[in-house]
């Protein structure tokens, strides 16, 4: 199967296939991240930030018109398990930043609920793995991307049990 990112509504019917926009966001990001010398995040962040695009509900959005699916929930699930800002960046790329919660949150437009909610039928974006390389954070870049937020976040923030 072939996954598709996006599709020109101008009549001309275009498509981009879905690893193709990882692969250019990514690129973007990090070059856009070599500013303040992050230009692995920003990697990292580009070509994991649409994997919820990989979800039969998304593909039946663009190719059938089907119902609004949300898709940035995986991409935020997936990279916010190693530090919460990735998953504040990702959740909120297209709506914006969003307030964190508390761990109780269920259904409230949190990060905290975004991270708690169950990505299963046809919001299952395991599809992303045949596509995508195996996730691995470098540990070493990890502690860097730390420092800037070590005045703003707890220990606590770093590794919340959602």
């Not at 296939?17 to 990001?29: F, P, V």
């Not at 018109?65 to 530090?83: E, I, M, R």
């Not at 297209?94 to 975004?114: E, F, K, P, Q, Y």
């Not at 991307?145 to 919340?160: D, G, H």
């Amino acid at each position: 199967m072939e996954y598709i990112g996006h599709k020109s509504d101008d009549g001309v019917n275009r498509e981009q296939a879905l690893i193709e926009h990882l692969n250019g966001t990514s690129a973007l990001c990090s070059e856009f991240a070599r500013r303040f010398t992050m230009e692995e995040i920003g990697k990292l962040l580009g070509l994991y930030h649409d994997v919820g695009k990989y979800s039969i509900g998304f593909q039946k959005r663009i190719q059938q018109n089907g119902p609004k699916v949300d898709h940035s929930t995986a991409g935020a699930q997936l990279l916010g398990k190693y530090f919460v800002p990735f998953a504040f960046c990702i959740a909120g790329h297209h709506s914006g930043l969003m307030n964190l919660g508390v761990r109780g949150d269920i259904d409230n437009g949190t990060l905290v609920a975004r991270m708690r909610k169950k990505l299963v039928g046809i919001l299952d974006y395991s599809a992303f793995k045949n596509e995508l390389p195996e996730l691995s954070v470098n540990k070493k870049l990890f502690r860097l991307s730390v420092i800037p937020f070590q005045l703003c976040f707890s220990q606590e923030c770093y590794f919340p049990v959602w």
